[in-house]
């Protein structure tokens, strides 16, 4: 039996509090990785204060790994997205 585990894809929210702000905030990221316990993973260790963090698989790695996200043709968003992790 092959023990390589395949990627997925996944959407995880955090809710967590933004100290220089003063308040609570919400973010979503998709994030590809072998479980949800790995996706959870990869984006807390960009929060200091998380509230709640929760994730749930949108495309399962199955039989074939996912590699990359594909954008639709709409360059509003994609520039929202760019924008978004332009910190």
Same mark, same amino acid.
């Given at each position: ?8 894809? *996944?959407l995880v929210t955090v809710e967590w *509090? +933004?100290?220089?702000?003063?308040? /609570? #905030? @919400?973010?979503?990221? =998709? $994030?590809?990785? %072998?479980? &949800?316990? %790995?996706?959870?993973? %990869? $984006?807390?260790?960009?929060? /200091?204060?998380?509230? @709640?963090?929760?994730a749930e698989e949108w495309i399962s790695?199955?039989? $074939?790994? $996912? ?5 639709? +043709? /709409?360059?509003? =968003? &994609?520039? #929202?997205?760019k924008n978004e992790n332009d910190y």
């Open positions: 039996m092959d023990d390589k585990k395949t990627k997925g894809l *996944y *509090y +933004d100290e220089c702000q003063d308040k /609570d #905030r @919400t973010n979503y990221a =998709l $994030v590809i990785a %072998k479980d &949800i316990g %790995k996706a959870t993973e %990869k $984006v807390s260790k960009d929060f /200091d204060y998380i509230n @709640t963090i929760k790695g199955g039989a $074939v790994d $996912v590699n990359c996200i594909y954008l639709p +043709d /709409d360059w509003d =968003l &994609i520039y #929202r997205i």
